[in-house]
C-alpha cells in the first residue's frame, strides 16, 4: 500500500498542522505520526472538501468524540495515489474534490486559451475579410438581393421620375439585354430625369441611366461601354459586398439588438454613397470589355467616353463630372483598358442607332418637382 | 535560528532587531529608521539574495505587483558585536512577527504588507485565483505570498488580531480587514444574502469568508477606511460613487428578479 504524505490538524495539535502519512488501508484510512500509528479512520465517516487559498488542496476531515481531526493533502501527485487506492464508498467523493482541485487549477488557463483564439479569430477575420465578405455575398439569396434593390428603387421614385417607356429607354434595354444574354438576373433598365452624367447598378439587377448620361454620351457604342461596366457590378454582387464591408459592424449590432429596420435605414442610406474600390472596378472593367466582345459591340466606347469627358472636365473645372467621381479615369486604366480591347477577338459591328433621336427623345424628362 | 527583537510603541511602531556577528536582515526601502554604525546597508534588485540576474528581475518585478519596492535594502553586519537595526512602520497600525517555519513555511499577506525579515525570505505574487474573490474580496487579485525560513515583520493598519480556525471552521470577515493568512486556509467571498443588509447595513454586497485550518490575521482598520474617513471630514462626499453603487445594486435587484421568473 503506497502511502503519501500530508499534514493532520485537530484541536490538540499547532494550528500549521503536523507532519503525517496517510495511507487506504481496506475500509480504512490509516494515519500515522512520526511517533507511531495515530489513528485508523473509517472511510465512510470521511468528508471530503477543497480547502486552501488556491483551492488546491483536498481535505479529508471526520469527528470523533466531538472533535473534529482532518488531514489535509496540497500535493497533486499525492492526491492521485489517494484517489487511486480509495476503496469504493469513498471513492466518488474523493473523485469529485480531485476534479475541483482540477478545475481551480485549470480555469485561468483556459479563461486565456478562450481570450486568445478569440483574438487570433478576429485577426485572421481582420486578415482575410475580403475573402469573407465575398462569401457572405455570394451567399445572399436572389429574392433578398432583389427586395434590397427594389427597397433603393423605390427610394430612388421619390427623388426621380424613373421611366421605362420612350425611345431611351427602348435603346438601353435593347443593348442591355445582348450584353446579359444568359444572366441569371431578370435586368431592369431605367432612364431618370437626373441631369447628372452617371448611370448605376443596383443589386438584382436593376440598372439606371440619367438623362444627362444619355446627353453626353456621343453614340451608342459608347453607351454600350458605360452599361457593359455597370451589368458587371451586379454580376459579381460588387455592390452587396462593399454593403457588407462597410456597414459590417453596424448591421451585426442591428441585427444583435433585433433592429432589422435599422439594417435596412443603414444598407439604402449606403446605396447612395457607394464607391467601389479599385479591385472591383477593374474586375468591373475586364469582365465589361469581354461582355461587350460576346455581343459583338465595338469595344472603344468606355475608352472614348472617359477621354472626352476628362477634357470636358479639364476645360470646365470647378464642380466635377459624377461619373468621373465614382470612377476615376486614371491614364492607368485607359492604357489597361486599351490594352485589353487589342487582344479581344471581336466580330464587332456598328450598333446601327440613331443616336441623336434617342438623345432627343429624352429631352422631354421633365425633372421632378421636389416636395 | 530565531531572531531578538522588539516591537515598541502602541499604535505607531517600530521594531528593533538585534543582528548577530554575520547576521543580514532585509527591509523595504525606506523603512529603516536606524541602525548602528557598524552595519553596512546595500541596496539588491529583487529579494536581496544572489540569484542570477533573470530571477532576480522577475523577483523585482513581482515584488512592484505586490505593493512593494522593487529593490530591497540588506543590513549586514560584519563586525564583531551585536548590532541594532530598526524598521519603523509606515502608516497606524501594528507590527507582527511571524515565524514563517511555524506556519508551514510560507504566508499570504495583502499588499504592501511585507516590513522587512530574514535574509533569503522572497516576497511573491499570491494570485486569486476565484475571480468572485479577486472582485469583491477587498483585497484585489493580487497579494503577496512570503516564503523561506525564518522571521518576517509584517504590518497591518489598525489593531491585529489573530485568530486560529480549526479544519472547516469558518469566519465571516468584512472585506479589506484581511491582513494575513496561512495558506492553508480558504478564502472566498459570500453575498451578504439580504438586499435590506446589503444596502442600509453598511457591510457592503459582499462578506469574505475564510475556512480553516489554519491562523487568519484581521485589522481594524483598512487604510481605505481610514483615508474615507479622514476624507469625508475635508469634503462633502462625492455624488457620483453613490449614484453608481445604487445602480449596481438595481441592476442585481432586476438580475435577481428576472432569474426567479419561472
Known sequence: ?371 | MSWQYRIEGSDLQYVELTLAPGDSAIGEPGAMMYADDGVSIATHMGDGDDSSLGSRLSAGFKRSLTGENFFSSVFTNSTQQPLRVSFAAPSPGKIIAVDLDSVGGALICQKGAFLGGTRGIRVGLAFKKRLRAGMFGGEGFIMQRLSGSGTVFIHASGTLAAIELRAGEQLKVDTGCLAALQTTVNYDVKYVGSLKTSMVGGEGLFLASVKGPGTVWLQSLPLQRLRAAITGMSQSRALAPRLLYLGVVIFIVIATLIGKRP
Not at chain 1, 443596383?202 to 438623362?211: D, E, K, S, Y
Not at chain 1, 459579381?236 to 435599422?262: C, F, K, P
Open chain 1, 1 to 371: 500500500m503506497s502511502e503519501v504524505a500530508g499534514l493532520l490538524h485537530g484541536p490538540n495539535f499547532p494550528v500549521a498542522g503536523v507532519p503525517a502519512r496517510l495511507a487506504f488501508h481496506g475500509e480504512h484510512l490509516r494515519v500515522t505520526l512520526e511517533g507511531g500509528a495515530f489513528e485508523d479512520v473509517p472511510a465512510e465517516s470521511l468528508e471530503v472538501t477543497v480547502t486552501g487559498f488556491d483551492d488546491d488542496t483536498l481535505q479529508l476531515a471526520w469527528g470523533t468524540h466531538g472533535h473534529t481531526h482532518a488531514v489535509t493533502i496540497a500535493d497533486s501527485g499525492a492526491q492521485r495515489v489517494l484517489l487511486d487506492h480509495a476503496p469504493a464508498s469513498i471513492a466518488k467523493q474523493l473523485a469529485r474534490g480531485h476534479s475541483t482541485v482540477h478545475w481551480h487549477r485549470r480555469k485561468w488557463k483556459v479563461v486565456i486559451g478562450v481570450l486568445a483564439s478569440l483574438a487570433l479569430l478576429a485577426l485572421v477575420a481582420w486578415w482575410q475579410s475580403e475573402a469573407i465578405t465575398m462569401w457572405a455575398a455570394n451567399h445572399v439569396p436572389l429574392e433578398t438581393e432583389i427586395s434590397i434593390g427594389d427597397g433603393a428603387l423605390a427610394q430612388l421614385k421619390t427623388k426621380h421620375q424613373l421611366t421605362q417607356e420612350g425611345l431611351a429607354a427602348a435603346t438601353v434595354a435593347d443593348i442591355g439585354a445582348r450584353l446579359t444574354a444568359g444572366s441569371r438576373y431578370q435586368y431592369r433598365w431605367y432612364i431618370s430625369d437626373d441631369r447628372e452624367v452617371n448611370a448605376f447598378a443596383l443589386p438584382g439587377g436593376i440598372v439606371v441611366v440619367n438623362a444627362g448620361m444619355i446627353e453626353a454620351v456621343s453614340s451608342a457604342e459608347e453607351l454600350a461601354g458605360v452599361l457593359a461596366h455597370e451589368v458587371q457590378h451586379v454580376e459579381y454582387r460588387h455592390t452587396l459586398q462593399q454593403m457588407i464591408h462597410t456597414a459590417g459592424w453596424a448591421a451585426v449590432l442591428a441585427v444583435v439588438l433585433g433592429d432589422v429596420s435599422a439594417v435596412t435605414t443603414i444598407v439604402l442610406h449606403q446605396l447612395g454613397n457607394l464607391r467601389n474600390s479599385r479591385k472591383l472596378e477593374a474586375q468591373a472593367d475586364v469582365e465589361g470589355m469581354k461582355a461587350l466582345a460576346r455581343a459583338d459591340i465595338p469595344l472603344g466606347g468606355l475608352v472614348s467616353l472617359f477621354k472626352r469627358l476628362e477634357d470636358q472636365q479639364r476645360r470646365r473645372g470647378g464642380e466635377g463630372i459624377a461619373l468621373l467621381l465614382s470612377h476615376p479615369a486614371t491614364e492607368e486604366r485607359i492604357a489597361e483598358l486599351e490594352q485589353l480591347a487589342g487582344t479581344l477577338r471581336c466580330g464587332c459591328r456598328p450598333l446601327g442607332v440613331d443616336w441623336p433621336a434617342v438623345q432627343a427623345s429624352v429631352k422631354q424628362l421633365q425633372p421632378k418637382v421636389e416636395k
